[in-house]
């Protein structure tokens, strides 16, 4: 494979955390490689670098040492607003705890990376409108996050991360609020609106229900990819 058909290739990637006594290393040399065309899961038990690592891959953190790339591109090689535009218009993120903006309504949290990137907010709001419609959210698209549910809330993160058609979605812990026919749902709709054979999707997850929409499996445990399998009998293994 050319290194444009990987959309994303982690060499020895090194993280840690604070100094001296209170150091925390969260990556300790990984490599990982994910694939233009597949939806890449993660998993390993809690603390293990999950987190860490994807905010790497998505530059929202840097990292000590090692390299990473998306689509060939090594975004600590950019300046800020080369990054920040790059970003923006190639990878979106879903967060743990969603990080919606509290005074914005769903429809509008969900347009705003179509308003970053050129759109009037009224088409920008209509099109969040509509892809929460297909989210099941038809008729909370004016609510503010706070009167949402969890699983609602948790619906319009996801929904703000692929509006855009970026090339690349981070998901971390997608469905850990939402009940199992809706994550089933949820993810269906994931792969439907935003994988093809240019795109990639890597979701960190522990939901095993959720495991059979993965093309792939990466094993994580004390911040570094223990295997990769096709499936989660191999996983288990
Ligand atoms: N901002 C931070 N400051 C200090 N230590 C941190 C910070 N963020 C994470 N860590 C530590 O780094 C390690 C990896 O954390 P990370 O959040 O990447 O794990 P995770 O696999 O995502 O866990 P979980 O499944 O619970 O979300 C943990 O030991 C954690 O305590
Ligand atoms: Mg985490």
Redesign the pocket.
Known sequence: MTQEEFAVTCKELIKS??HGETK?T?LRGVNLEVRSGEMMMLA??????????I?VIASILNQDNGECKVYGHDLNHMSKTERIAFRSKNIGFVF?AFNLFPSLTAAENVAIPLVIGGMDIKEATQKGCELLNEMGLGDRVSDVPADLSGGQQQRVAIARAMIHGPRLIVC??PTSALDGHTGQKIMELIKKVALDETRAIIV?T?DSRIFSFADRIAK?ED?QILKVVNSYEEFED
């Open positions: 955390y604070g925390i969260a390993g038990p809690s603390g293990c670098g999950k987190t860490t690592l905010s743990q971390d812990e960190v522990h994580m911040g």
